[in-house]
């Protein structure tokens, strides 16, 4: 059994910054993929970035970011991925949404209760 406790939502003026965290508990694979999804009122969630662990990463897996993302949200954690962070600067109203913690390990996905952004002045 996994649990993800998501933290760090709030509301930002837009060109802010948050910080999201997440904390896994339970039985963590050392190959797993943690990372953060999101999804606003009347759309489907989105990938916004993923991050595999050391081993896997080791193994030739990258970091990934979706388009909209890029050179303004950073993914970060521990060795052991059972820690993962979304450091998002130059926040946009279009960031606004539910942002959700998610771990795929051993063919299994887990996911968090959700933290809200809103990024409004």
């Known amino acids: 059994q996994v649990q993800l406790v998501e933290s760090g939502g709030g509301l930002v003026p837009p060109g802010g910054s948050l910080r999201l965290s997440c904390a896994a508990s339970?039985?963590?694979?050392?190959?797993?993929?943690m990372g953060w999804y999101r999804q606003a009122p009347g759309k489907q969630r989105e990938l916004v970035a993923t991050m595999p662990s050391l081993s896997l990463r080791f193994g030739g897996r990258t970091i990934t970011y979706a388009d909209s993302v890029k050179g303004r949200f950073t993914i970060s954690g521990d060795n052991a991925n059972k820690s993962v962070y979304l450091q998002m600067n130059s926040l946009k109203p279009e960031d606004t949404a539910v942002y959700y913690c998610?771990?795929?390990?051993?063919?299994?996905?887990?996911w968090g209760q959700g933290t809200q952004v809103t990024v409004s002045s």
């Open positions: 339970g039985t963590i694979s050392s190959n797993n993929v």
């Open positions: 998610n771990l795929d390990q051993l063919g299994a996905s887990s």
